[in-house]
Each structure stands twice: as structure tokens, then as C-alpha cells.
């Protein structure tokens, strides 16, 4: 078993774990442990309940996908996966590195970031934005000009200290559906689906994916303009509307106040907001000039 490195933690899992790039830190004991075992289907005093998320008062937490796994979240350092048999691997560990993964952010003390990252010139840049705003075929598409993947989906960020907040990468991974793959060039060919049927593919980019704290330089939240109008880029200037845009992105939000992350959270989002400035990326409907708005970002960055 070989340990990999996840979001700055050192993980030992039981479970296969492609997605992750191999620990080389210190050697030093996990930091969490993702083993198979009994899950209870009921946690005791839940303080916060969805068809699919229990909480406890001891922040204790219990994520039930039924047909594929149920996920108990024990403490800080500990999940245990009780696997549906007909599961694939790939759908448990959709879940163990999607859902899961922010979870262990709220209980780690990381602000979990619906976004994916990417590093231009050693500067961590989140794409963040509804679903379809074209986070990740953004991401892919900056991989494709050389820019190191940080994370998909779920930005880990640590905003505690005093200076710039950092990135803590996850893993070099992008869920995609066939149309973003063929608009990059990737063959779908060979890349595992995202679960059985569906037209969504994993792809891997481990290529100089760096397993190192990255500051924050920007965060671009996305937006698909309406047929045949340009890309436009600009920046938010007013406090309240970039702490409600950060806010808004959140994952899980109630979960984290569950845990009794409700000052944490509100502190981090003010922390980014007065330090990392925020833009709003209106990209045209389709993404024959995508790599106009690319380079524009890229200059932003580089300034």
C-alpha cells in the first residue's frame, strides 16, 4: 500500500487511488486513513440531515449513496467505506474524492471552494461558477497550454494566516463530458467513464502536477455569455458583492456549520475577499476563441 498525498495530507488507503500523486513528504504517520468496515446507517444526536448527509453534534459524519457506498467520516483522520458489491470502483471513488473530500475540509479546518485550479506560473488561479459555466474544460484547456492542474471541482484553501491564502492541491484529475473532451482534442477512448453509461470521462493529467502549497492569485467566476456575444472580463470591486460571489461558492455550507465552522467560514471568505481579487469571466456560448480570453487571463495573472 502506498500512501499519496491529498490536499497537503498524507493519506493511506485501502482503497486504490490512481487519482492521487504518491506521498514524498516526511515520514510521518497519516494524516488520514480511508479503510473498509461496518457503517451504522443512523449516526445518534444529527444535527443536520439531507436524503443523503447526517451530521452529528460531535461533527461526526455519514454520506449514504445507495448503490455504490455509504461513507462514515469517524473524526478528522478517519473514513470508513462499507462498498456495495455491483459498485464500480471508479463511482466509490467519484464520491470518496468529491463529497467526501469537502466534508474532510470543513473538519480540517480548510475552506472547501466549489472550483478547479490550476497553477500559472507557480500561482494558483480557481475557475469557479454554476454547473455548465465551463470550469473544468477551462481547466483542461489551460493544462493543454502547459499550466499544471491543482484540483478539480472542490479548491482546498487555507485562508487562517496573515498573508496571501494558499491552495492546497488535490490531485491532477478533471471530470469531463465527451463534447469538452473533443473541443480540447482528448480521445475518450481508453479515459474511464464517471459512472457506468454516463458520457463523462476522467482525465488525468499527473503531468508536473506539483504536491505543494501554491498561493492564491485570483479567482475568475465564470459565465456563459448568450449566442454571438464577446468575452468579456472584469473585475469585482465591491466588498459586498465579491464576499456574496466567494459565499456563493461554498461547498456544502450548512454541513460546515454543522461541524461549528460558521465564524471559520465567514472569516475565510472576508480573508480572500480583501486579499485575492476576483473577476467575473463572461466566455462566448462556444469556445471557438477560447484561447483569445485564455491569454487574457494569463495576463492578468502575469501582471
Same mark, same amino acid.
Given at each position: 500500500?502506498?500512501?499519496?498525498?491529498?490536499?497537503?495530507?498524507? *493519506?493511506?488507503?485501502?482503497?486504490?487511488?490512481?487519482?492521487?500523486?504518491?506521498?514524498?513528504?516526511?515520514?510521518?504517520?497519516?494524516?488520514?486513513?480511508?479503510? /473498509?468496515?461496518?457503517?451504522?446507517?443512523? @449516526?445518534? =444526536?444529527?444535527?443536520?440531515?439531507?436524503? /443523503?448527509?447526517?451530521?452529528?453534534? =460531535?461533527?461526526?459524519?455519514?454520506?449514504?449513496?445507495?448503490?455504490?457506498?455509504?461513507?462514515?467520516?469517524?473524526?478528522? =483522520?478517519?473514513?470508513?467505506?462499507? *462498498?456495495?458489491?455491483?459498485?464500480?470502483?471508479?463511482? *466509490?471513488?467519484?464520491?470518496?474524492?468529491?463529497?467526501?473530500?469537502?466534508? !474532510?475540509?470543513?473538519?480540517?479546518?480548510?475552506?472547501?471552494? &466549489?472550483?478547479?485550479?490550476?497553477?500559472?506560473?507557480?500561482? $494558483?488561479?480557481?475557475?469557479?461558477?454554476?454547473?455548465?459555466?465551463?470550469?473544468?474544460?477551462?481547466?483542461?484547456?489551460?493544462?493543454?497550454?502547459? &499550466?499544471?492542474?491543482?484540483?478539480?471541482?472542490?479548491? $482546498?484553501?487555507?485562508?487562517?494566516?496573515?498573508?496571501?491564502?494558499?491552495?492546497?492541491?488535490?490531485?491532477?484529475?478533471?471530470?469531463?463530458?465527451?463534447?469538452? !473532451?473533443?473541443?480540447?482534442?482528448?480521445?475518450?477512448?481508453? @479515459?474511464?467513464?464517471?459512472?457506468?453509461?454516463?458520457?463523462?470521462?476522467?482525465?488525468? &493529467?499527473?503531468?508536473?502536477? $506539483?504536491?505543494?502549497?501554491?498561493?492564491? $492569485?485570483?479567482? /475568475?467566476?465564470?459565465?456563459?455569455?448568450?449566442?454571438?456575444?464577446?468575452?468579456?472580463?472584469?473585475?469585482?470591486?465591491?466588498?459586498?458583492?465579491?464576499?456574496?460571489?466567494?459565499?456563493?461558492?461554498?461547498?456544502?455550507?450548512?454541513?460546515?456549520?454543522?461541524?461549528?465552522?460558521?465564524?471559520?467560514?465567514?472569516?475565510?471568505?472576508?480573508?480572500?475577499?480583501?486579499?485575492?481579487?476576483?473577476?467575473?469571466?463572461?466566455?462566448?456560448?462556444?469556445?471557438?476563441?477560447?484561447?483569445?480570453?485564455?491569454?487574457?487571463?494569463?495576463?492578468? *495573472?502575469?501582471?
Amino acid at each position: 500500500m502506498t500512501d499519496g498525498y491529498l490536499c497537503g495530507w498524507r *493519506v493511506r488507503s485501502e482503497l486504490d487511488l490512481p487519482e492521487l500523486a504518491p506521498w514524498t513528504g516526511p515520514d510521518i504517520a497519516p494524516d488520514v486513513v480511508f479503510r /473498509f468496515g461496518e457503517t451504522p446507517t443512523e @449516526l445518534d =444526536d444529527v444535527i443536520e440531515r439531507t436524503p /443523503f448527509v447526517q451530521v452529528s453534534r =460531535d461533527g461526526t459524519c455519514l454520506l449514504i449513496h445507495p448503490g455504490v457506498a455509504s461513507y462514515h467520516m469517524t473524526g478528522p =483522520d478517519e473514513v470508513v467505506l462499507s *462498498v456495495n458489491p455491483e459498485a464500480s470502483e471508479a463511482e *466509490v471513488r467519484l464520491f470518496l474524492l468529491g463529497s467526501v473530500l469537502g466534508y !474532510l475540509c470543513h473538519r480540517r479546518g480548510l475552506f472547501p471552494f &466549489h472550483a478547479s485550479c490550476v497553477s500559472i506560473n507557480g500561482k $494558483a488561479v480557481a475557475f469557479s461558477g454554476p454547473s455548465g459555466a465551463g470550469k473544468s474544460t477551462t481547466a483542461v484547456s489551460l493544462a493543454k497550454r502547459g &499550466h499544471p492542474l491543482l484540483a478539480d471541482d472542490i479548491t $482546498a484553501i487555507d485562508a487562517t494566516g496573515s498573508g496571501t491564502p494558499i491552495i492546497y492541491p488535490a490531485f491532477p484529475r478533471l471530470k469531463l463530458w465527451q463534447d469538452s !473532451l473533443s473541443s480540447v482534442g482528448i480521445d475518450s477512448e481508453g @479515459l474511464e467513464r464517471n459512472r457506468p453509461g454516463m458520457s463523462k470521462f476522467h482525465y488525468r &493529467h499527473h503531468e508536473e502536477f $506539483a504536491a505543494a502549497a501554491t498561493p492564491l $492569485a485570483a479567482i /475568475f467566476m465564470l459565465q456563459k455569455a448568450a449566442p454571438g456575444l464577446d468575452e468579456q472580463i472584469t473585475r469585482l470591486e465591491r466588498p459586498v458583492e465579491i464576499i456574496s460571489t466567494i459565499s456563493s461558492e461554498v461547498f456544502r455550507p450548512r454541513v460546515g456549520q454543522a461541524m461549528g465552522r460558521r465564524p471559520a467560514l465567514l472569516a475565510a471568505q472576508a480573508r480572500i475577499a480583501s486579499t485575492v481579487p476576483v473577476y467575473r469571466l463572461v466566455r462566448p456560448f462556444d469556445l471557438k476563441a477560447i484561447d483569445t480570453w485564455l491569454q487574457q487571463v494569463e495576463g492578468i *495573472v502575469g501582471q
